[in-house]
């Protein structure tokens, strides 16, 4: 920061180590993606996905590669998986479901890569894929846009802060009251988008949006933090 370096210069240190930021490779897929601005035909959705995680990774430090757009066949993803050359991690999101076109994990196996795990036991982003392409570590995220932006700040976020030499220990979870009760959780750890308030003490309340589908980037755009809620956690109510 601009108080770190000039602590420095006051302590006559003229040289620094420093680390350059990491290039961090986005690469979007499906046929139904059109960029902004575009028209929109039947089935079609604008691609929000490798705007928003280049802006996340800015703000962590990183540099991102956006690689646009790769459709649903693997011509085009060899070609865009071609792009990644020279970057420090391959972020990839869509077509790593069970679906008839979700090719990307085929893609990269051609390509020769070795995947190392797939499928979370978490909601939002069930369908995560991490692997690795030659020394490139390749991480899937789904295609959907609150899953992309909620598994990202869960696994590239602390992967941009090893890349760039930063202490990966964090401080635990903030602890806050319920705002409103809840069902007990299934098997799945569920992320909850939600908002923080104080109460009359200036304790912290975190209340989930009433919905929580994972297409709704109005809602985590509002959002002030998510409830983590582990594999079958028992109902809860408000005031917990």
């Not at 941009?160 to 990966?168: K, N």
């Amino acid at each position: 920061s601009a108080r770190d370096i000039a602590l420095a210069a006051a302590m006559n240190w003229p040289n620094l180590t420093v680390t350059r930021r990491p290039r961090v490779a986005l690469l979007s897929t499906g046929d139904e993606l059109q960029h902004p601005g575009e028209p929109l035909g039947p089935a079609q959705i604008i691609a929000s996905n490798g705007i928003g995680l280049a802006a996340m990774v800015t703000a962590c430090g990183g540099e991102p590669i956006n690689l646009g757009i790769a459709r649903d066949n693997l011509p085009d993803l060899y070609r865009a998986l071609d792009g990644a050359r020279g970057a420090d991690i391959l972020v990839t999101t869509g077509g790593a479901s069970v679906g008839e076109l979700d090719l990307i994990q085929q893609a990269l196996k051609d390509k020769g890569a070795k995947l190392d795990f797939w499928k979370i036991a978490m909601r939002p982003g069930k369908p995560v894929m991490f692997g690795e392409l030659g020394a490139l570590p390749v991480l899937g995220l789904p295609g959907n846009p609150v899953s992309a932006l909620v598994t990202a700040t869960l696994f590239l976020r602390p992967a941009i802060d090893r890349l760039l030499g930063r202490a990966t220990e964090t401080a635990g979870p903030a602890v806050a009251r319920l705002g409103v009760a809840l069902r007990a959780n299934d098997q799945r750890q569920d992320y909850l988008r939600a908002t923080l308030s104080r109460d009359n003490d200036g304790g912290l309340i975190a209340t989930p949006f009433p919905k929580q589908d994972s297409a709704m980037l109005s809602l985590i755009a509002r959002a002030d933090a998510l409830i983590i809620r582990p594999p079958h956690a028992p109902a809860a109510a408000a005031g917990d």
